[in-house]
Nanobody, 114 residues
Framework: QVQPVESGGGLVQAGGSLRLSCAVSGSIFNGNVMGWYRQAPGKRRERVAAITSGGITNYVDSVKGRFTISRDNTKNTVYLQMNSLKPEDTAVYYC????????WGQGTQVTVSS
């Protein structure tokens, strides 16, 4: 079971946008609810968005209306479109299935400057 590979992070000014991508092995992706998580320095990892294999989504309140999660079931890839970014969105972002996780990827750093 290979861990996910996240990409697309970077440094952006407040109000800007980024699109994260995550390539996932079939054993993790197929049929599972997939999520984007983030961990800021000194804080616990939190799930910010999730999507079922059928495309039903949910979001933590702090990102509703700004972030959009999507998935391409033909490419085993999950995306997170992040708009209207705020400094408090600064964190390392990870993707993985929702549920027990054996291996986390390296994540991708998102830094939002004020």
């Amino acid at each position: 079971q290979v861990q996910p590979v996240e990409s697309g992070g970077g440094l952006v000014q407040a109000g800007g946008s980024l699109r994260l991508s995550c390539a996932v092995s079939g054993s993790i992706f197929n049929g599972n609810v997939m999520g984007w998580y983030r961990q800021a320095p000194g804080k616990r990892r939190e799930r910010v968005a999730a999507i079922t294999s059928g495309g039903i989504t949910n979001y933590v309140d702090s990102v509703k209306g700004r972030f959009t999660i999507s998935r391409d079931n033909t490419k085993n890839t999950v995306y997170l479109q992040m708009n209207s970014l705020k400094p408090e969105d600064t964190a390392v972002y990870y993707c993985n299935k929702v549920g027990p996780v054996d291996h986390w990827g390296q994540g991708t750093q998102v830094t939002v400057s004020s």
